[in-house]
């Protein structure tokens, strides 16, 4: 039992390229989410998605592009990557409830 | 809107000792309310939930929770911790799925 991950793990890229972090849940859970925890501010919601192919803005969600065309997927694109995006990136997903379960995250840095 | 204070950024206490973790929330009504440990390079996971009812709610690792309307907090405490405890804990506050607020996080050292 998968659970939920995220791909990949650890992330290097350039100023100006463009970046997809994947986030694959084995639930079958409506809600996924994408956060990300820098220091000092906690996690942000970056985008959600309620289902398959609903998606909407979170608190964050400037420079960043998300799709949601299977439950289980929920890619976050960072169309052109700038060093303030250097983050760690959590994915979640939640049944129609309110707990959320957390992916292992993505440690991004960009130069 | 609502938000999540946790006025303390790091606590150190020592194994076998007793912990509070202090949360604060702002919000219009009786929120959700959550605390969440981090350890080291993992996720998050999820110690404990209140939703409504009894205002003391047990969670896993023997850790509780006590929310107080009066005074807007959802304090998390264990009786006595073990190092294993150590992590970062956070509170969370929210209305609905989409719009979950979390605190900044209490990094928690246990002394052995």
């Known amino acids: 039992d998968a659970g939920i991950t995220q791909s990949p793990r650890y992330k290097i890229t350039e100023t100006g390229r463009q970046v997809t972090l994947m986030c694959h849940q084995t639930w079958s859970h409506s809600y996924m989410f994408w956060y990300r925890q820098d220091l000092g501010h906690g996690l942000r919601l970056i985008y959600y998605s309620a289902a398959a192919d609903i998606t909407d803005k979170g608190e964050v969600p400037d420079g960043y592009v998300v799709s949601r065309s299977k439950t289980e997927n929920f890619p976050l694109t960072l169309e052109s990557a700038t060093r303030s995006q250097t983050s760690v990136y959590f994915c979640?997903?939640?049944?129609?409830?309110?707990?959320?379960?957390f992916g292992p995250g993505t440690r991004l840095t960009v130069t | 809107a609502q938000s999540v204070t946790q006025p303390d950024i790091h606590i150190t206490v020592s194994e076998g000792a007793s912990l509070e973790l202090r949360c604060n929330y702002s919000y219009g009504a009786t929120p959700y309310l959550f605390w969440y440990v981090q350890s080291p390079g993992q996720g998050l996971q999820l110690l404990l939930k209140?939703?409504?009812?009894?205002?003391l709610v047990q969670g896993i690792k023997g850790f509780e929770a006590e929310f107080k309307r009066s005074q807007s907090s959802f304090n998390l405490r264990k009786p006595s911790v073990h190092w294993s405890d150590a992590a970062e804990y956070f509170c969370?506050?929210?209305?609905?799925?989409?719009?979950?607020?979390f605190g900044a996080g209490t990094r928690l050292t246990v002394k052995p």
């Open positions: 209140y939703f409504s009812g009894d205002t």
């Open positions: 969370a506050v929210g209305a609905n799925n989409n719009d979950m607020r």
């Open positions: 979640a997903s939640s049944s129609s409830g309110y707990e959320q379960y």
